[in-house]
């Protein structure tokens, strides 16, 4: 089993930016990054295909955040600018090894990191 570890998160001001990166311990498929709020269930944010030329955003984050890949570090990026408070949750990496199209169900991954949070407040 493929293992995840994510990095990045932390504390950040209305309007500020972080990057989360998530290593993957061997080859993956799509690679995709959840969150959760406290008090809310898991919710899709972001899934980049294995080739790294798909993509697909959630519509609040849309023109905001971007994902990207490096497939030589088994690395998934995840640049989020213009933070607002409601993007304070865990944020979470996984993974899928279909190869295959992108999906936004969360049961359709294989792998899943232990999380990393991200906090936006004044």
């Known amino acids: 089993q493929v293992q995840l570890v994510e990095s990045g998160g932390g504390l950040v001001q209305p309007g500020g930016s972080l990057r989360l990166s998530c290593a993957a311990s061997?080859?993956?498929?799509?690679m995709a990054w959840f969150r959760q709020a406290p008090g809310k269930e898991r919710e899709f944010v972001t899934a980049?295909?294995?080739?790294?030329?798909?993509?697909k955003y959630t519509d609040s984050v849309k023109g905001r955040f971007t994902i990207s890949r490096d497939n030589a570090k088994n690395t998934v990026y995840l640049q989020m600018n213009s933070l607002k408070p409601e993007d304070t949750a865990v944020y979470y990496c996984?993974?899928?090894?279909?190869?295959?199209?992108?999906?936004?169900?969360?049961?359709?991954?294989?792998?899943w990191g232990q999380g990393t949070q991200v906090s936006v407040s004044s």
């Open positions: 061997g080859r993956t498929g799509t």
């Open positions: 996984a993974a899928d090894s279909k190869f295959g199209a992108i999906t936004t169900t969360p049961t359709e991954y294989d792998c």
């Open positions: 980049v295909s294995w080739s790294g030329i798909a993509t």
